[in-house]
């Protein structure tokens, strides 16, 4: 790549001109703002000490070395200290020509590191998947493309939270009120009908804590003494001492929760390479505290519960067992990290969570170090924001969440009605126009949500995610299908798309100049995304180049170009375009119509 070019040549020049070496990574290069001309600028500010000259007379004395020393600048001229470069059009062509057909262009190659083991998703059993989950999964399954194409071998993963009090509750409140009821005889979706129950328990929940507050109890006594809840307390500790019908019980509406993630992961085109269950981790999490207690690491109180005590590192006390002998969730994500760490020895262990968690992972990775886990420095938690609805907050206790599957339904019925009215399906089967709208309505749902750094908050609107004209995945999806279109009349009519060598020499126009520099910038924007973790680089990255695509095939003839030459250079940005928006969306967990 030229920038390389620039930055030896730059250092070159300040040990011929000035007798001063630098290090290249000293040196400010970055692209040209569009209101200038040019292609790369490089700051000279930075460089007056070592010249003690103005930073113009510096800018223009390392333009000029570099001039006679790259062939590929056409010019330079100097604004104050910044020295703004402008490259031939052969360079862009040939840039072209020799990546367009390329399988692997902006693709690093694999590096020898020990694997990411990335976690996503990590479900509770006790309700369906919803939109929350979504923006979890779309984030996990991105990511784990992206560092992919930085060259990082990933092992995607999914801890399901299958016990615990969550599940318990709606264990007790099926046992209670669910009359033998099944998805099989009710025709609700498994996790949904786990989610139904758990709603109901919380429903008596909190009629029993008003009651026990109408008697004279503050609210956190009676939270403590409902009776509903001491059962399902009650209810776990049968379960860790595996209660033949307590656990038969706990199979049964696991299996359906079960069911019902791995159908809701099918639709939106998620998978994982491995699966946890939190009832088969937490065992060895216990031992794990068990171990740091019989060590002097951890410490037991009067009432037999062990705490870890983290007030050196500036947090609080921990507790790790309950005064029972039950654990918490800190204690299987002990013993999950323990055995992750033995299966693959990961380079790095990076767990896709919400911002609420902050603290919990913060307390992970200082309670394994208190345990003397080394490789408790190589986790490390991406963060997301919430996602919320223009109605407001989601409440899985209240019943008010978006679940994922009426979400997707939602999104297909009014990609449908968007697309008819467009009449994009008018020569479609019913089963090429279905999958469109499917296609179409998952390409708006992750799009939509991808496009937001994940550290933000952010609001869903499922009705401007729809829009084939603006910020939008079907905005772009149109774009490369439009190219699809154009390249096959263009082979129907014997049209090349392939420049030959004596080709090269000819001018480019500005719209054909703006879209091979931003073609030229997808392999540093594959690795800006990967080491930032953000998956909403490429999404932007990807919108511009469709952006200015269109405006170019509005302003300049394709397969109308005034001469032959032209016309296949042109065929060939095309081509180039629609590989790098399919490779981009793809990053994103997007398929692309090649037809709309």
């Known amino acids: 790549m030229i920038e390389q070019k620039l930055l030896l040549q730059t250092c070159e020049a300040i040990k011929v001109l000035y007798g001063k070496t630098i290090d290249s990574g000293a040196i400010g290069l970055e692209k040209t703002k569009k209101e200038i001309t040019g292609d790369f600028t490089i700051i000279a500010f930075p460089f007056t000490k070592i010249s003690r000259k103005s930073p113009e007379i510096t800018a223009n004395e390392i333009g000029l070395f570099l001039s006679e020393k790259i062939s590929s600048i056409k010019s330079f001229h100097v604004i104050k200290g910044f020295l703004n470069i402008l490259l031939h059009d052969d360079y862009w062509i040939e840039f072209a020509r020799e990546n367009a057909f390329s399988r692997d262009f902006g693709m690093a190659t694999p590096n020898e590191k020990g ?30 493309r992206i560092l992919t194409a930085n060259g ?40 949904h009908l786990i989610g139904k129950y758990y709603v109901l328990f919380e429903k008596y929940y909190r009629e029993e804590i008003k009651e026990l507050v109408e008697k004279g109890l503050t609210e956190e006594e009676a939270m403590r003494q409902a009776p ?31 069911s019902g993630f791995e159908e809701t992961y099918k639709r939106l085109g998620i998978e994982f390479d491995k699966i946890y269950y939190e009832s088969k981790t937490y065992l060895l999490g216990k031992q794990l505290v068990l171990d740091g207690l019989d060590h002097g690491k951890l410490t037991k109180k009067a009432d037999g519960s062990v705490w870890a005590d983290l007030s050196a590192e500036g947090l609080d006390e921990k507790l790790l067992l309950r005064s029972d002998g039950t654990s918490v969730y800190m204690t299987q994500d002990l013993g999950t990290a323990q055995l992750r760490f033995e299966e693959f020895h990961p380079s790095e262990m990076i767990y896709v969570v919400g911002n609420e968690q902050n603290y919990h992972f913060d307390v992970l990775k200082h309670v394994l170090a208190h345990l003397g886990k080394r490789w408790a420095s190589h986790i490390y938690h991406l963060s997301y924001g919430m996602v919320e609805l223009p109605q407001g907050k989601m409440k899985s206790r209240e019943g008010t969440v978006v679940d994922a599957d009426d979400l997707m339904d939602e999104m297909f019925r009014t990609a449908e009605e968007r697309t008819r009215e467009l009449g994009k399906v008018d020569d479609f089967s019913d089963d ?18 991808l496009k937001v750094d994940p550290k933000k908050n952010m609001l869903f609107d499922p009705e401007e995610s729809i829009d084939f ?8 999806q149109y774009t490369y299908a439009r190219i699809q279109s154009l390249l096959r009349k263009a082979e129907v009519a014997g049209i090349q798309t392939e420049l030959k060598i004596d080709d ?41 180049l469709a952006k200015e695509y269109n405006q170019f095939y509005q302003e300049v003839p394709v397969l109308k170009a005034v001469d032959e030459v032209s016309r296949s250079f042109r065929l060939l940005l095309s081509l180039f375009t629609a590989s790098v928006t399919r490779r981009s969306l793809t990053l994103l967990g997007i398929d692309v119509p090649e037809r709309m």
């Open 152 to 191: 990082s071998q990933v092992v995607k993963v999914n801890l399901v939270n299958d016990r615990g009090i969550h599940i318990c509750k709606s264990m007790l409140a099926y046992s209670r009120w669910g009359n033998g009821e099944t998805p099989g005889s009710s025709g609700i979706k498994g996790d």
């Open 469 to 476: 004209n603006g910020n939008t995945g079907p905005f772009i």
């Open 432 to 449: 090429e126009a279905g999958d469109l709208f499917r296609m179409i309505g998952l390409g708006a749902l992750k799009y939509f949500i």
């Open 115 to 144: 694997p990411v083991v990335l976690e996503y998703s990590s479900p509770n059993t006790n309700k369906p998947l919803h939109l929350g989950h979504i923006r979890n999964n779309l984030l996990g399954f991105s990511l784990a």
């Open 504 to 544: 090269h020499h000819f001018s480019l126009l500005e719209q054909e100049r703006v879209i091979v520099k931003i073609l030229y910038s997808f392999p540093s924007v594959i690795r800006q995304s990967g080491q930032e973790l953000n998956p909403a680089v490429i999404a932007n990255y990807v919108f511009d």
């Open 228 to 258: 509903v809840i001491l059962e399902a307390q009650e209810l776990l500790r049968k379960w860790e001492a595996m209660d033949p019908e307590t656990v038969s019980l706990w199979s049964m509406m696991n299996g359906w929760a079960y």
